[in-house]
């Protein structure tokens, strides 16, 4: 079985469609998303129609949480709170429903799946060794995904020694063993580590890998849709960037 693993999608249409095409090209059977699949950007309709016509293994980010009414937006940023009231009036009752019966925490296969942390769902950054060790603490499966904040890595468990954290850029590859890890796949719609090009994983069962690709795509389209739907100018400005 072959895998996609994304997450933080925020409803960037044009990046989805970029990762779909180039795992289809590579063969996947499945899609895994580990939350943030709206908020930030313009076609969030369009992009869960998408997502759960391939039958979507998701979790609830905090973006999904506030557009579906489950959660505030006091402690959103201002750009983030007017797109999550933004993207609440414009979803369908039907994908309000989607992301309302989201679970937090979920186990697909040997994967543990949570768009912060499995400790902190909603609004953990993952991103210390101290922090890997909580997750590694709480995680039954050999393997779990994280999102949330936007930077592709892993982070592998060792013995007598704290996680060691990798960057994962375009092309990088791990071989599974027996060890234990935790993956962020990075952002297919709003990546922050400087590369502008969508991230996402693709999980190999039989070969037993994980590799990120970074995808181009429309950025311009993206970024039309976001100024077109009247949010922040600095949504669609920060696309270009990869920030
Ligand atoms: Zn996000």
New binding site residues.
Partial sequence: MRIAVMS?V?ANLPALQAVLEHASSAGFEQLWATG?LV?YGADPNEVLALLRQHDVVAVA?N?DLAACGLMGVEEFNRAAADAATWTAGELSEEHRAFLRELPLVRIAGDVTLAHGSIRQPEWEYLLSAEQALSQFELQTTLYSAV??S?LPFVFEERRNAVPLLREARNGTRVELGDGRLIINPG?VG?PRDGDRRASYVLYDQEAATLTWHRVEYDIAAAQTAILAAGLAPWLAARLEAGR
Avoid: F
């Fill in positions: 933080d925020h943030d908020g980010g973006h999102g949330h936007h952002s709003q």
